[in-house]
């Protein structure tokens, strides 16, 4: 066997995988350079300049399993790689503690006005009352995300003698105080809180764009703010203005909108206490090694016969209990991202039930799926083999039953997911082998061809509804796929919902507009993964 690693990735790499197949070190090609050799190769090793796409996936016929040395996978063609049976794996944690580090690197920088009073010594200056800053001790910091990087940033803010609240909706509030933090169930309730605000979250619809100058204005005068996640997450021209005002007393961003393309940033043209990085957050020698032994570590054990513990797309199960299943998947992933996103508060308890001919089978693999489905809704790195843990960290209970009852399906499987504020049902099945459909959201009794962008439109059953909604589609530009109306089991029930697929991502904006149509009830956008 032979395995290709190439990005300038740590030769210990090499060592790890030597002792059960032939390893090569190549520079990075271009797209047509490694589709000419990758027939040859057993295992591919990339950091992120290599974009593993569809060619290079399809030319890579002994290809068994693919290797990212970080975190993100998004050069490599999930997909492609899904349908040929090769398996993705990442290294989820490798880096966690560099991202952790640089993020309290950065608060205290920003704090003690580090950058520009370096700067200004090596000019041959003495200003230090120019530079006073401020102490970070009985400071609060408020975490917005808790996973592994905003616990751990939370550990070391504990121990410098700072105060910590919490807002995160998969984390619950006997974690966060166990922890010794205080929990915050809105944000509405968390922007006057905290002294000093950092976030750890993916950029997804519900991040993007989260501190912009309406919610700025609702934080503390002089509130300092830091960005090691994603760039987005932050508006970056309503924070350069809270800083070059002085109402935001500082910021320190590791993150873009537009790397590594900064040059129209308008961050670096604030004049107010601000620290840039080059997304340095996971740029540490020990990080760079730790994402190169986790990953050859993977490709070893997967060459050797064994299983990945850090499978992006592929299960890590055993066959024997995979292969029954194995149809339903896609389903019972759908069913979880639905139900999470028509969910409002901090997830408690998921129940799941499964009648027809899986309540005879082992339906492990499922609960996973379903996991991996409400969990990857909000969070990034979650797949099949971690979203478990990362469910049992957070506090939230898995119930699973079966039930005998008699079904219109050949399979379907339920989900009952209940927050601390309301519960969301929502079933999957498959019409035949290969045609899924969501069969039931809440009380109403559905046929929903799964898409990957969707509104959902709860509405008074009156005359021109469907009208008026699509009219406000249209005009936004948006095209409607199909669209499914249904109303409830009681003939004279007066609400039904509309379940209508489009094509493209549907902006707050429009949603606003469909919800001011007289009738509407809380209409909801949800991108599910297809």
């Known amino acids: 066997m032979k395995v290709l690693i190439t990005d300038k990735i740590n030769e210990s790499a090499g060592k790890i995988i030597e002792g059960v197949a032939q390893v090569d070190f190549l520079p990075t090609m271009s797209e047509e350079e490694l589709a000419n050799i990758i027939g040859d190769y057993d295992a591919l090793m990339v950091r992120s300049q290599t974009k593993v796409t569809s060619k290079i996936i399809e030319a890579g016929k002994n290809l068994k399993i693919i290797g990212r040395a970080g975190v993100g996978v998004d050069n490599i063609d999930l997909n492609a790689a899904t349908q040929k049976g090769i398996i993705v794996v990442n290294s989820p944690d490798g880096n966690t503690m560099a991202a952790s580090e640089h993020t309290i690197a950065l608060m205290l920088a920003m704090a003690r006005n580090i950058a520009p009073a370096a700067t200004s010594t090596k000019e041959g200056k003495w200003d230090r009352s120019k530079f006073t800053g401020c102490e970070l001790y009985k400071k609060t910091l408020g975490i917005i995300g ?58 997804n619809k519900d991040t993007l764009n989260m501190i912009n100058k309406d919610t700025i204005a609702r934080m503390k005068k002089r509130v300092r703010l830091v960005n090691c996640a994603r760039g987005g997450i932050i508006n970056e021209n309503d924070l350069k203005e809270a800083v070059d005002s002085g109402y935001v007393a500082g910021a320190a961003v590791d993150v873009y909108e537009n790397e590594p393309n900064i040059e129209q940033c308008p961050l670096i043209n604030c004049t107010g206490n601000i620290v840039l990085t080059p997304h340095l957050g996971a740029s540490t020698q020990e990080a760079q090694l730790n994402v190169a032994i986790d990953v050859a570590e993977q490709i ?60 005879d089978l082992d339906i492990q693999p499922l609960e996973v799926a379903v996991l991996k489905g409400v969990l990857s809704a909000r969070l990034e790195g979650v797949n099949y083999v971690n979203a478990p843990v990362i469910a049992k960290n957070r506090g939230i209970d898995l119930i699973s039953t079966r039930s005998k009852a008699k079904s219109n399906f050949a399979g379907r499987i339920t989900v009952k997911l209940i927050t601390d504020k309301e519960t969301t049902v929502v079933a999957g099945a498959l019409v035949t082998k290969d045609i899924p459909r969501i069969v039931k959201i809440n009380d109403y009794e559905t046929s929903i061809r799964p898409e990957t962008h969707e509104i959902i439109v709860p509405h008074t059953n009156k005359p021109s509804m469907i009208a008026k909604v699509a009219q406000v589609i249209g005009e936004k530009g948006i095209n409607i796929g199909s669209m499914n109306v249904v109303q409830k089991n009681d003939k004279h029930e007066t609400e039904s919902i509309m379940v209508i697929n489009v094509d493209s991502v549907v902006p707050d904006e429009t949603l606003s507009e469909i919800a001011k149509i007289d009738g509407v009830h809380n209409p909801k956008y949800v991108k599910l993964t297809v």
């Open 300 to 359: 070893r054990d997967v060459l050797s016969g064994g299983s990945a513990s850090s499978a992006v797309n592929i299960p890590s199960l055993r066959p024997d209990k995979l292969e029954p299943v194995k149809d339903y998947m896609q389903i019972a992933e759908n069913t979880g991202e639905l139900a999470v996103q028509l969910s409002g508060g901090a997830v408690k308890t998921i129940e799941i039930t499964a009648d027809g001919d899986l309540a």
């Open 146 to 203: 808790f996973g592994k990087i905003g616990t751990h940033v939370g550990e070391v803010a504990l121990a410098l003698g700072m105060k910590v609240i919490v807002y995160d909706p998969f984390t619950s509030k006997e974690v966060v105080e166990k922890f010794g933090g205080e929990y915050v169930e809105t944000l509405d309730e968390f922007w006057a809180k905290p002294d000093f605000i950092t976030v750890h979250v993916p950029k």
